[in-house]
């Protein structure tokens, strides 16, 4: 009977996420090396945006504070950037606008991550179809691949004269957005997205034969064969909306293996693979003409990496890079979570767990000037951004700073804590954080209702960290419901619809200055931290001297 009551109080214990594992680290250990790929790029949202004041502002803020090297954006040959004149049949360029955006990011130590997309009107389809507020062209014209290829190989000459071959070397040239999405982002057939990818590497490999180019950047995985064909099917397999569980199914990359293969045949290069993982499905309905909207599992992405490394490694290609430009917990610029807590757990956890499975996961976006669906009613409207456009940095901000601090090296790996060493100087940084295994079958979205992630199951943190020189010192930041979090502290000040700017300033100061605290190491050389992890907190501790 005694045994059975104890069993059953443990059940208890460990139901209620009151478990605990003691985790010891000796500073002293070798470390196994990483790349920290989470800060290799980002994104944003169109380049004629980047010629504003507050995204250049914010841009060296997300460079300074979180590392990112590269900026990935859309509509580089869009009207707005006025790259392209014609007259009387004859065409002329102009890069004006465009030298002014390079030349202020590499000013702040950002890279573009080039995306060649999309038609500038001249060179776009009659009647082309458009998307966006801003009318991004997105029907090809057959006829005039052969200007596009002018257009692609003159503009990289001019980086190359303008920058450098050394520097331009260093960048990416991905071809289009999204190529897929035939009610989206490209009014065309796969057969004509691979025309346009060999148009393209073509022309950048004609100004220099080392020049990094990649594709295809297809949308999220999926389950079904709707990509299979030349065009997106809205008629096909309803997999995703008669199955049980939808993370029960097999998920692949769209157009990926296609892609591949078209290259091979062709002779073409193909330097890095990208694509866009997010976590999400919406799958078309030809019954109800209605999509559905689904959210993964939270290994989601790990899952779909492996495939792609798999898929590689079998390919003619086996030691392309793999660049994911696009990637958040939904595609969706008006998803209410992106502007929560919960966000930052799974940013925190799904990069430490894809270490060493990809060179880039480029979260979408670091900003919420931000105008796909055009401009937004209110300061805080589930942008994509990691900033909003008041500059007010949201909790993701704080999980790429705090990814951004760890070491180089790593100790020590679970579920819910990560303990590196620097190799430089040999001090710890540890990023512990509570993804909530009860939410481990979904990922955040306001697809549920923000008070249902407030009851997630806490974790206990049993940390220590020996072979310290006595009196080493740890900082630690904690971000949580009630710190950092700027969602809720704007609520608790009304939801002042604009703030004033005296208002602005009390919310950055709170947004970006984390409840903090110093601990010191004992005459032992030991740091001992024993917490209970808050459901989707955070917390950084990292050693100062």
């Known amino acids: 009977m005694k045994k059975t009551i104890l069993t059953g109080l443990l059940a208890l214990v460990i139901q209620l996420g009151f478990s605990q594992e003691k985790v010891h680290v000796k500073a002293s250990a070798p470390g196994e090396k990483f790349e920290h790929f989470w800060s290799k790029s980002v994104g944003a949202g169109r380049a004629n945006e980047g010629l504003r004041a507050g995204w250049l502002e914010q841009l060296e803020m997300v460079q300074e504070d979180c590392g990112f090297e590269y900026v990935r954006f859309h509509g580089i040959f869009h009207d707005d950037m006025f790259p392209v004149f014609e007259k009387d049949g004859k065409y002329t360029y102009n890069w004006q606008y465009i030298d002014d955006l ?7 130590n950002v890279k573009p991550f080039v995306e060649l997309a999309f038609f500038p009107t001249a060179l776009a389809a009659e009647n082309s179809k458009t998307q966006f507020w801003w009318k991004a062209n997105i029907t090809p014209d057959d006829s005039k691949f052969g200007e596009w290829y002018n257009l692609v190989k003159a503009f990289t000459q001019h980086c190359v004269d303008r920058y450098g071959i050394d520097e331009v070397l260093t960048w990416y040239f991905e071809v289009w957005n999204e190529p897929n999405l035939h009610y989206g982002f490209f009014d065309g057939t796969k057969s004509q997205y691979f025309e346009l990818y060999k148009q393209s590497v073509t022309a950048v490999r004609a100004v220099d034969n080392r020049l990094l180019v990649g594709g295809p950047s297809s949308s999220n995985f999926v389950a079904d ?3 299979d064909g030349e065009v997106e099917s809205r008629s096909g397999d309803l997999i995703t909306f008669t199955t049980e569980n939808i993370n029960d199914l097999e998920w692949k990359g769209a157009w990926i293996e296609d892609f591949l293969a078209y290259c091979e045949k062709e002779k073409l290069p193909v330097d890095f693979v990208s694509t866009h993982p997010y976590p ?9 003409g209605k999509g559905k909207d689904f959210s993964r599992n939270v290994n989601s992405t790990k899952t779909d990496i492996e495939w792609l490394n798999r898929v590689i490694k079998k390919s003619a290609y086996p030691n392309a890079e793999i660049h994911l430009t696009e990637w958040n917990t939904s595609p969706n610029s008006r998803d209410a979570m992106h502007d929560f807590l919960p966000p930052a757990a799974y940013i925190a956890k799904v990069n430490l767990d894809c270490i060493g499975l990809t060179n880039s996961l480029a979260f979408w976006t670091f900003t919420d000037i931000f105008e796909e669906k055009g401009g937004a009613e209110s300061i805080f409207h589930g942008g994509f951004g990691m900033i909003n456009y008041q500059g007010l940095v949201k909790p993701s901000f704080h999980a790429y700073r705090m990814l951004h601090q760890l070491g180089d090296e790593e100790l020590f790996k ?7 060493k620097k190799s430089t100087d040999g001090k710890v940084v540890a990023l512990a954080y509570n993804y909530p295994e009860d939410h481990y079958t979904a990922v955040p979205s306001s697809i549920k209702k923000i008070d249902q992630y407030e009851s997630g199951k806490p974790r206990q943190l049993d940390f220590s960290i020996s072979d310290l020189k006595p009196g080493a010192m740890f900082k630690i930041e904690v971000l949580d419901t009630n710190s950092g979090n700027i969602y809720k502290y704007w609520e608790t000040m009304g939801k002042p619809e604009p703030p004033t700017r005296e208002q602005i300033k009390v919310m950055k100061q709170y947004a970006e200055n984390l409840n903090t605290e110093l601990v010191t190491a004992n005459t032992k050389g030991e740091v001992k931290i024993k917490r209970e992890l808050s459901p989707w907190s955070l917390i950084l501790i990292e050693q100062v001297n």
């Open 414 to 420: 679970n579920d819910y804590l990560f303990v590196s």
């Open 280 to 288: 999400t499905d919406y799958p078309f309905n030809p019954t109800t």
């Open 225 to 227: 064969g709707r990509y």
């Open 102 to 108: 390079f030349d202020r990011m590499l000013d702040l």
